[in-house]
């Protein structure tokens, strides 16, 4: 399995960014995608996932109304668009895929290697 993640970059508070997630080497649909992020000297934080069959979601309260996570099945790419930017939104944003819709990162069995996320004030 692999994820390549990618589409971080610098942006202004306020300002959006969209990531994407090209995934391949499963069979997407019986599995779940999710976004993590991590902020230097803190502990990996759950941000979003989607469930490739049938699109169900869930995001982190953090990010409600700001962040959203879909996906285009035929690229096998998961996204997230990313809007109202805020400095605290500021990580390296990890793709990961799974088998349970949840903000577990242990129930998340391959990772990518990351994108750098840096919102400035």
């Known amino acids: 399995v692999q994820l390549q993640a990618s589409g971080g970059g610098l942006v202004q508070a306020g300002g959006s960014l969209r990531l994407s997630c090209a995934a391949s080497?499963?069979?997407?649909?019986?599995?779940?995608m999710g976004w993590f992020r991590q902020a230097p000297g803190k502990e990996r934080e759950f941000v979003a996932a989607?469930?490739?069959?049938?699109?169900?979601?869930y995001s982190a309260d953090s990010v409600k109304g700001r962040f959203t996570i879909s996906r285009d099945s035929a690229k096998n790419t998961v996204y997230l668009q990313m809007n109202s930017l805020k400095p605290e939104d500021t990580a390296v944003y990890y793709c990961?895929?799974?088998?349970?819709?949840?903000?577990?990162?242990?129930?998340?069995?391959?990772w990518g290697q990351g994108t750098q996320v840096t919102v400035s004030s």
């Open positions: 990961a895929t799974g088998g349970v819709l949840t903000g577990i990162p242990s129930e998340y069995d391959f």
């Open positions: 080497g499963r069979t997407f649909s019986r599995y779940v």
């Open positions: 989607i469930r490739w069959s049938g699109g169900a979601t």
